[in-house]
């Protein structure tokens, strides 16, 4: 887990998808959502970022 992730937005993050499981989720379960949501926006950053470079594609 990345050191930067505090207490408050991991209980942020339980209680948003706590309703969602049947199960109660787990310090581990909540940290592996928050990291795998930091990822999917971290892509989607890298993709917006290079959308607007021209590929091989564009120039043929």
């Known amino acids: 887990m990345d050191p930067h992730v505090d207490k408050y937005l991991l209980d942020s ?26 990822d999917f926006f971290e892509v989607l ?6 959308s607007n470079e021209p590929t091989e594609s564009r120039l043929e």
Do not use: C, H, R
């Open 45 to 50: 950053i890298e993709w917006g970022n290079t």
């Open 13 to 38: 993050a339980q209680k948003l998808w706590q309703p969602e499981y049947q199960d109660k989720l787990s310090n581990e379960d909540v940290e592996e959502i928050v990291d795998n949501i930091s």
